[in-house]
């Protein structure tokens, strides 16, 4: 759905022009896709909890892809650090909204309180254990061209190298993955603790907003480069019916979904739980992956790294911090999103597996070997899924994390210190 085919890099010079057929191609199959669920939302249609499945998440995918070209292509027009904020909040809305959804629901349905978690710590999890991994083996792939062309020295294929802005967002990311441990101990998420949270992302968007621009304008890619080289006021307006589109879609799919997937559980003979886990958050974050992969794929690692890291600041503190305002506003107690056992490990689980990710990438490096790591820890969970072994995962991040930390405590301090200082290029 997405065009990979090259396309120029766009600078102040670059003639704009208008969308052809196959960009406006693309967008019309989104919409098609995303029409059976407008009809069947509209209708009150609800046949059978597989076919809503199917209708309202594949509206919810499609309405991803628009939001994601939108997002990507509205950089145009707002520059630097603040832009890849504003981007990796845009393309986790489909997220944001199914688990806001489900936290809401809780409030006043006490079997939605564990979905409420459950979607978030999948979510979590597989942007970490298999986003990021999937962009640094994309990336070091692509360096090898320009190895062999003699523009990289021949380490660009073993090592990622970050931004130097993205000390900012490790930084935020560090401190949330600490904090975040309150949450198993408190056996809850306190309303007050979710405002803690929020005023954590008001505080990541004004750092994110100083970081200096460093006058590079980035490429984009496939269709947010087509919309991006239109004409200033008919990109804009695109942009504007892009998000207003794609936000109707996913505002009015979302609970539907959310019921259907929970439903669809019990008509398959498949855990409910894991449906709400993991399908639901591949759904709505697979624009996001692509979106990213294909930075990947135009030798942009550095950026498309970013992005996903920019993501995980997000989760930890916009969503984690919105769920237990979404329950009581359900009319779910006073105190905030409450948590059983189970979602205690999930939590310490998603923690640790952030605090090694932290650790891998605190000195603005991504080696091969940790993906390749990342993504084996990832898949182990599927395999071990009692309660010891929960458990003893979360051990083997942390311990995995302090070595880590060892290996590069030099860069302990200035990134702890990042989010506190101004940044310059």
Not at 305 to 321: C, D, F, H, R
Not at 347 to 365: E, K, P, W
């Amino acid at each position: 759905m997405i065009d990979t085919s090259p396309v120029r890099a766009l600078d102040a010079d670059a003639p704009t022009a208008r969308m052809g057929r196959s960009a406006w191609g693309r967008i019309a199959l989104c919409v098609v896709l995303a029409l059976p669920a407008v009809v069947f939302r509209i209708g009150g249609f609800a046949p059978d909890p597989v076919v809503d499945l199917l209708v309202f998440g594949g509206a919810v995918v499609a309405a991803s892809f628009l939001l994601a070209w939108a997002a990507e292509a509205a950089q145009k027009d707002i520059s630097g650090a603040l832009a890849i904020a504003i981007l990796a909040l845009i393309a986790v809305l489909p997220e944001y909204a199914v688990d806001l959804y489900y936290a809401f629901r809780s409030g006043y349905d006490p079997a939605y309180e564990q979905f409420a978690a459950a979607n978030m710590t999948g979510s979590n999890r597989l942007l970490l254990g298999f986003g990021w991994p999937l962009v640094v083996v994309i990336s070091l792939l692509v360096a090898r061209r320009y190895v062999r062309a003699g523009a990289l020295p021949a380490s660009a294929t073993k090592v990622l190298q970050l931004e130097p802005s993205s000390r900012l967002d490790i930084g935020f990311l560090a401190l949330l993955a600490v904090v975040a441990f309150l949450i198993p101990l408190m056996g809850s998420i306190p309303v007050w603790f979710g405002f803690v949270l929020l005023a954590a992302f008001v505080a990541y968007l004004w750092r994110a907003s100083q970081v200096p621009d460093d006058g590079d304008e980035e490429e984009m890619v496939g269709m947010a480069g087509t919309i991006a080289a239109m004409p200033q006021r008919a990109r804009r307006w695109t942009i504007v019916a892009l998000f207003v589109v794609a936000a109707a879609v996913i505002l009015s799919s979302a609970e539907p979904f959310a019921d259907a997937l929970v439903a669809s559980g019990s008509a398959l003979g498949i855990d409910s739980y894991f449906l709400v886990q993991w399908l639901a958050p591949l759904a709505t974050e697979a624009p996001e992956f692509i979106v990213a992969a294909l930075f990947a794929l135009r030798g942009m690692g550095g950026a498309a790294i970013g992005t996903l890291i920019a993501s995980k600041v997000n989760q930890w503190s916009l969503l984690v911090g919105s769920l237990p305002i979404a329950h009581v506003l359900g009319g779910g107690t006073s105190g905030g999103l409450p948590l059983d056992a189970r979602q205690v490990e999930e939590f310490v689980l998603t923690a640790s597996q952030t605090v090694l990710g932290v650790a891998i990438i605190i000195a603005l490096r991504f080696h091969r070997w940790s993906a390749i790591a990342l993504v084996a820890l990832f898949a182990v969970q599927f395999v071990v899924t009692d309660t010891s072994g929960r458990w003893v995962l979360s051990v083997v991040h942390l311990v995995a994390a302090v070595v880590v930390l060892w290996v590069n405590r030099r860069d302990v301090l200035p990134t702890l210190r990042a989010p506190f200082r101004r940044q310059t290029v």
